[in-house]
T-cell receptor
Framework: NAGVTQTPKFQVLKTGQSMTLQCAQDMNHNSMYWYRQDPGMGLRLIYYSASEGTTDKGEVPNGYNVSRLNKREFSLRLESAAPSQTSVYFC???????????FGSGTRLTVV | DAKTTQPPSMDCAEGRAANLPCNHSTISGNEYVYWYRQIHSQGPQYIIHGLKNNETNEMASLIITEDRKSSTLILPHATLRDTAVYYCIVRSNNAGNMLTFGGGTRLMVKP
């Protein structure tokens, strides 16, 4: 079972460049989430999608956009990367009858 | 969601029980206590959750006080692989309620 798969695992961007972080889950979960984690800090919610076709802002949405492409996939886009967006990004999913979130292994993004 | 308070760090000897405390004095009646852990920058891993009864699974036990204002996660026989940051999170299971991570407790299991 793959669970939650994130790509890429590592990325270096120059300030102003754009990129899309990909996330896919194979557990038929309705809800999906994007978090960021800065060094020594807990995770902060960027955006979430409670079901296919819906997205909502979390705690720190500025500078990001998301797309729930289908039930499996939830992508995070940085339109114009800034050094403040250097972080580790985690995608997670949760089923309606599931209490626990399943997290991916993360994307380590550095913006120079 | 209610706020939680955890010690920033703890040590535990390998093979001994690790008891990780969490205070959540403002917890509401419909809020559950969740525990996750994060091993060395991997994605967080769900451990256990409970409402008011004590819970046990293959990973850990969760003891919730009768007034529900605090709880303890117990790893009965800690191993070096249990070294991680442990997060105590309080949330309801209403649709739209998110996991909100605080600072957690950094548990160091020592030989």
């Amino acid at each position: 079972n793959a669970g939650v798969t994130q790509t890429p695992k590592f990325q270096v961007l120059k300030t102003g460049q754009s990129m899309t972080l990909q996330c896919a889950q194979d557990m038929n979960h309705n809800s999906m989430y994007w978090y960021r984690q800065d060094p020594g800090m807990g995770l902060r919610l960027i955006y979430y999608s409670a079901s296919e076709g819906t997205t909502d802002k979390g705690e720190v949405p500025n500078g990001y956009n998301v797309s729930r492409l289908n039930k499996r996939e939830f992508s995070l886009r940085l339109e114009s990367a800034a050094p403040s967006q250097t972080s580790v990004y985690f995608c997670a999913s949760r089923g309606d009858s599931s209490y626990g979130y399943t997290f991916g292994s993360g994307t380590r993004l550095t913006v120079v | 969601d209610a706020k939680t308070t955890q010690p920033p760090s703890m040590d535990c000897a390998e093979g001994r029980a690790a008891n990780l405390p969490c205070n959540h004095s403002t917890i509401s009646g419909n809020e559950y206590v969740y525990w996750y852990r994060q091993i060395h920058s991997q994605g967080p891993q769900y451990i256990i959750h409970g409402l008011k009864n004590n819970e046990t699974n293959e990973m850990a036990s969760l003891i919730i006080t009768e007034d529900r204002k605090s709880s303890t996660l117990i790893l009965p026989h800690a191993t070096l692989r249990d070294t991680a940051v442990y997060y105590c999170i309080v949330r309801s299971n209403n649709a739209g309620n998110m996991l909100t991570f605080g600072g957690g407790t950094r548990l160091m299991v020592k030989p």
